[in-house]
Structures are given as structure tokens and as C-alpha cells.
Nanobody, 122 residues
């Protein structure tokens, strides 16, 4: 059984930093892309950043230049370094694994974590 568990959220002041982690556990053969999304109160879930197994990372315009996504394929873990946080970054941050296979013959499917709360407030 595959699980994605996020950690690292919390309460910080504007301008401060946080580092989120998301570890995928269970029987995992391959994960094509690992990504972060977020959902603020009263808003739809939105894309934040993605890290493919092969290829360039990508970011939403709202976090470009402030957030950095990285990935440790050996640990099936993805990180999100968030610098210069703003109040509008307040949200629940979700990790997503796109096209995860539990074996070479397995059909790929997507998995979501339960989310971690990030609050930016003075």
C-alpha cells in the first residue's frame, strides 16, 4: 500500500522560510513526477511546483523565484524550500505523485498526501 506523508508545515512570519518534505512509502517501482499543490481557505487547489524524474522543474508564477522544489529519487522524497513567505502563501500544502507504479508491470496511477498546514502571519 502506497502512502504519501507530508511534514514541515507550521506558523511563520512574513519573510521567513519553511521546508516541506513528502515521503512516499510502500511498494514503489517508479514515480514519474512529484509535485506540490496548495489550497487556501475558500479557494480551489492550485499547482505550486513539480519535479519530474527526468527533466526540468516547473513553478507557478506566484512562487517562482521564492520556492525551490527538489527530489531524492532513492528515498522517493520530494522537498519544497519556501523562502520569503507571504501571507498569501497560507494554505494546506499537498504532495502528489503522478504516474506511480508499484511494479514494472503495474498501471501507473496518481496518489495524494493528506496535506500539511502552512500559515504565514505576523
Amino acid at each position: 500500500q502506497v502512502q504519501l506523508v507530508e511534514s514541515g508545515g507550521g506558523l511563520v512570519q512574513p519573510g521567513e522560510s519553511l521546508r516541506l518534505s513528502c515521503a512516499a512509502s510502500g511498494s514503489i517501482f517508479n514515480i514519474r513526477t512529484m509535485a506540490w499543490y496548495r489550497q487556501a481557505p475558500g479557494k480551489q487547489r492550485e499547482f505550486v511546483a513539480m519535479a519530474p524524474r527526468v527533466g526540468a522543474t516547473a513553478y507557478s508564477d506566484s512562487v517562482q523565484g521564492r520556492f525551490t522544489i527538489s527530489r531524492d529519487n532513492a528515498k522517493n522524497t520530494v522537498y519544497l524550500q519556501m523562502n520569503n513567505l507571504k501571507s498569501e502563501d497560507t494554505a494546506i500544502y499537498y504532495c502528489k505523485a503522478d504516474d506511480l507504479q508499484t511494479a514494472a508491470w503495474d498501471l501507473p496511477r496518481d496518489y495524494w498526501g493528506q496535506g500539511t498546514q502552512v500559515t504565514v502571519s505576523s
